[in-house]
């Protein structure tokens, strides 16, 4: 029987390439997403690359749906391995002035209620055989540009849930663990896929020199839900090709 992995928002960007790597190591793939037609596309790419994977369409910011998601799981598997926490969405760029109170909520409802409301509904099953969360954070969470306020704190708030999660959930062998992704051009994994138009200047700002991919997340991913990190939990991964350490010089 093969272990079994949910990843929300899974449809497209880093989401789908975390699901590709984790049905090439073996894991039957769960796509929980909120986006039927991307979900059904991602599905169906994943059976063509040989990937045992079902699609159950999800709103991650409603209890119900999360409920029904992992109660359908279960039913049909016996058990879940792996949840990633990814499924999120972007700031508007409105000032702060500007921004709305249906924004703000749309957003901390998406990105930090659904990590929450997921990783509640999980446990209920995956206490019965150990497992691994993995939250998606964010680089915004610690490093700002103006007017990404509803964002940023819900990639802060996500970071700080990881520590309690893991804190709480080490009793039943659950490994909780952040990534804070910096720049990743998903263009090659949206629905259909994209030519990325990104210029040299954006590469350049990277100690890597070039933005980073979802598959860079994906490999890390990977590495953090098998056994050779079973000493991991309870923190957070930046990776973003250096750019938040780099220091903008002008003179
Ligand atoms: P994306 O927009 O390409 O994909 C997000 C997926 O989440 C989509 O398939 C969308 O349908 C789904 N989704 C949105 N709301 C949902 C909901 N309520 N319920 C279920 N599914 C929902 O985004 P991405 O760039 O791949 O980002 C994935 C995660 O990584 C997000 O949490 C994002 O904040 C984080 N992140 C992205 C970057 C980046 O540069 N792309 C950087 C740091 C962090």
């Known amino acids: 029987m093969n272990k079994v992995s949910i990843i929300t928002g899974g449809a497209r960007g880093i989401g789908a390439a975390i699901a590709h790597k984790l049905g090439t190591k073996g894991y039957s793939i769960v796509i929980a997403d909120i986006?039927?037609?991307?979900?059904?596309?991602?599905?169906?790419?994943?059976?063509?690359?040989?990937?045992?994977?079902?699609?159950?369409?999800?709103?991650?910011?409603?209890?119900?749906?999360?409920?029904?998601?992992?109660?359908?799981?279960?039913?049909?598997?016996?058990?879940?391995?792996?949840?990633?926490?990814?499924?999120?969405?972007?700031?508007?760029g409105r000032s702060i002035e500007e921004q709305t109170l249906e924004e703000w909520r749309r957003i901390i409802d998406t990105n930090l209620t659904g990590t929450w409301l997921c990783s509640k509904y999980?446990?209920?099953?995956?206490?019965?055989?150990?497992?691994?969360?993995?939250?998606?954070?964010?680089t915004?969470?610690?490093?700002?540009?103006?007017?990404t306020e509803p964002y940023s704190a819900s990639k802060?708030?996500?970071?700080?849930?990881?520590?309690?999660?893991?804190?709480?959930?080490?009793?039943?062998?659950?490994?909780?663990?952040s990534i804070s992704?910096?720049?990743?051009?998903?263009?090659?994994?949206?629905?259909?896929?994209?030519?990325?138009?990104?210029?040299?200047?954006d590469h350049k700002q990277h100690l890597t020199k070039r933005v980073g991919l979802p598959e860079d997340i994906a490999s890390l991913v990977?590495?953090?839900?098998?056994?050779?990190?079973?000493?991991?939990?309870?923190?957070?991964?930046?990776?973003d090709g250096g750019m938040t350490v780099k220091m903008i010089y002008i003179d």
Request: proline letters at 3%; hydrophobic letters at 40%; a neutral charge.
């Open 181 to 201: 992704p910096g720049w990743i051009d998903t263009s090659k994994w949206q629905v259909p896929p994209r030519t990325s138009n990104l210029s040299n200047l």
């Open 35 to 92: 986006d039927e037609n991307a979900g059904q596309y991602r599905l169906n790419y994943l059976k063509n690359s040989g990937i045992d994977a079902i699609f159950i369409k999800t709103d991650v910011s409603s209890e119900h749906d999360v409920s029904n998601l992992m109660d359908k799981v279960y039913e049909k598997y016996g058990r879940i391995d792996v949840l990633v926490n990814n499924a999120g969405i972007g700031f508007s």
């Open 222 to 239: 990977s590495f953090l839900v098998s056994d050779e990190a079973s000493w991991i939990s309870g923190v957070n991964f930046t990776i």
């Open 122 to 138: 999980a446990v209920k099953y995956m206490k019965n055989t150990g497992g691994v969360i993995i939250n998606i954070a964010s």
């Open 156 to 177: 802060g708030g996500i970071i700080a849930l990881t520590h309690a999660l893991a804190v709480s959930l080490s009793k039943y062998n659950i490994r909780v663990i």
């Open 140 to 147: 915004r969470a610690f490093q700002s540009e103006p007017n």
